[in-house]
């Protein structure tokens, strides 16, 4: 009897095989990418340079944790500039996605022997690695600008930048589940990103905050983004956070899950589309 229908096998190698496979072509795109680069960098150095610079002598922060002292502005906007970096990282991995779902490259990966949480993890993981260079590429610069956090810093916000990184790509892989067409995700891209960073703790603490507005910092004390920054900001001076480290991991964990369901052509929003057409 012929065993065709029979369930393949797949070894240890052929997971490892997989999973650079789909590194490699992200890293391939990064580096053909330059722009996307560069890109990536102008903006959190624009506000460092010129927004945290006139703001310096009108926002004064007292001390607050994990500062031990009052610090200057671009201190303080560091951490979520390097959120910003993975925000925007996030959506342009995510807009790759929906470019080959409109190619027929992400056809190709998912029929696949590979279960769809791994090849969306892989995916996932990769443009991690690319945001991570990024962030410490900033990280390096801002140190000429007199943002120096301790040496260990550079060292403890690594797993930071990781769960954050890993939340704000699941949340952009979730969102172009959602987008049918190309011309489309832009538009998405500035209705996410934008409200998110505003509306967070990147920009001013909560305390200040709440002396404006009560239902403005019931926003952003609810918003992800901001319990990424304040993950990478106790991060960058070797503390934990853990009201931010558990809100991290549990939105990471939603949205993973709703990206896997939703790219599932027989339960996510494809079906709903192939049974209305």
């Not at 990966?109 to 990769?126: D, E």
């Not at 943002?147 to 969102?175: K, N, Q």
Request: charged share 10%.
């Amino acid at each position: 009897m012929s065993d065709r229908h029979s369930p393949q096998i797949l070894t240890p190698r052929m997971w490892l095989t997989a999973f650079m496979g789909i590194t490699r072509r992200e890293a391939l795109r990064f580096v053909n990418q330059r722009g996307r680069f560069l890109a990536a960098l102008v903006r959190p150095l624009v506000w460092l340079f010129i927004f945290a610079a006139g703001f310096r002598a009108v926002l004064g922060l007292s001390i607050t944790p994990p500062y031990q002292t009052y610090v200057l502005y671009e201190v303080y906007v560091t951490p979520g500039l390097c959120a910003m970096i993975q925000l925007f990282n996030g959506m342009q991995s995510s807009l790759s996605m929906v470019y080959d779902r409109e190619t027929g490259a992400m056809r190709t990966l998912l029929v696949s022997p590979f279960p769809r949480w791994f090849l969306l993890g892989s995916k996932l993981v990769a443009g991690v690695i690319v945001s991570i260079i990024q962030v410490y590429v900033f990280l390096a610069i801002a140190w000429f600008w007199g943002v120096d956090p301790p040496l260990f810093g550079y060292i403890t916000v690594l797993p930071a930048l990781v769960l954050s990184g890993l939340m704000l790509g699941a949340m952009g892989l979730f969102l172009s589940s959602a987008i049918r067409q190309l011309e489309n995700f832009a538009g998405v891209m500035n209705f996410v990103i934008f409200p998110m960073f505003f509306a967070s703790s990147a920009l001013y603490p909560l305390w200040r905050m709440a002396e404006s507005s009560t239902l403005l910092h019931d926003i952003c004390a609810a918003n992800p983004f901001t319990h990424a920054v304040e993950l990478i900001r106790f991060a960058l001076y070797g503390q934990i956070n853990p009201l931010s480290l558990a809100a991290v991991t549990g939105c990471l964990i939603l949205f993973f899950a709703g990206a896997v369901f939703m790219y599932d052509p027989s339960k996510g929003l494809w079906a709903r589309r192939k049974g209305g057409a």
